[in-house]
């Protein structure tokens, strides 16, 4: 029997999945949790054989989830499922070592598949997105361009990010001036869109 975790913000989407998935002969849904901390948490204790986790979850995100995965060397399968087709996102899944990165719109029975594919320790991905794997666009952002970036996104004045990082507000403009500049845009809130949109923040 295949112990499955669903991580799905999504009630509706989280409902039907758990409900079509308890049709498989060899599945079970032990879990069905709607927020990255939470599953974090019952990951730890039930050690689950394969985790299906949705990327943009509260508290912690599925490419999160995957890292601390990875990173406390536990057993889960890790399958990311995304309504996004963003090249930064994939090459961050490949980055956390994920068995499976699939798009909400696949058949439910490809899922199904794709579930007892990574259990026999295969890797899948998407048709639709393989072939974005073959053209990885480099991040031009440094590593304080994007946690000043992600700072704006969450609605920070350049005062209030200023005094979070321990930086001058000269020095925040810099950086706000500079990924304008490498993402050739006109603001900083379009930085943070087409960062976002390419998955680098």
């Not at 994939?90 to 058949?107: F, I, N, R, S, T």
């Not at 393989?130 to 991040?139: G, S």
């Amino acid at each position: 029997m295949i112990r499955v975790l669903l991580a799905e913000d999504q009630q509706m989407l989280r409902g039907a999945l758990n409900s079509l998935l308890s049709f498989e002969p060899d599945i079970e849904v032990i879990a069905e949790v709607s927020d990255g901390l939470k599953a974090w948490e019952y990951i730890q204790h039930e050690l689950p054989d394969v985790c299906v986790l949705d990327i943009e979850m509260p508290n912690l995100t599925g490419l999160e989830l995957a890292e601390k995965i990875r990173q406390a060397n536990l057993p889960c399968k890790v399958m990311i499922v995304t309504t996004f087709a963003r090249p930064g996102y994939l090459q961050k899944a490949m980055d956390c070592e994920v068995q499976g990165y699939l798009l909400k719109d696949e058949p439910i029975d490809y899922l199904i598949e794709t579930i007892r594919k990574v259990m026999k320790g295969e890797k899948v991905v998407s048709r639709d997105l393989a072939a974005t794997l073959f053209m990885k666009e480099q991040n031009p952002l440094n590593e304080r361009e994007i946690a000043v970036l992600q700072l704006v996104k969450e609605g920070l004045s350049t005062n209030e990010i200023s005094k979070k990082l321990f930086l001058t507000k000269g020095t925040i403009r810099n950086y706000l001036s500079t990924s304008i500049q490498k993402l050739q845009v006109e603001s900083r809130q379009q930085a943070v869109q087409v960062a976002s949109d390419k998955g680098w923040l």
